[in-house]
């Protein structure tokens, strides 16, 4: 769960967006992206090549690169 004063900075500058199933969300360094509907599986690429299910994720959860440490190959 995001801290309050950081939930509240993100929400007041928040707009809506749909997506279509297997669309890709973009990905930004400062950018949040709170589930309101549907389901989100966010991925990786292993060293590799191999794509790596990092989570999935549902109705009121936030997804984002600031949330990980993650560096995709």
Known sequence: MLPLMLDRAYLAASYCRSF???QLI???QSELW???????RTLTWNE??????LGLWGEGDI?????????PY
């Open 20 to 22: 279509k199933s297997n």
């Open 26 to 28: 973009p990905l930004a």
């Open 34 to 40: 709170r589930i309101d509907r549907g389901a989100v």
């Open 48 to 53: 590799c090549g191999s794509v790596a299910t």
């Open 63 to 71: 997804v984002g690169k600031p949330l990980s440490s993650i560096d």
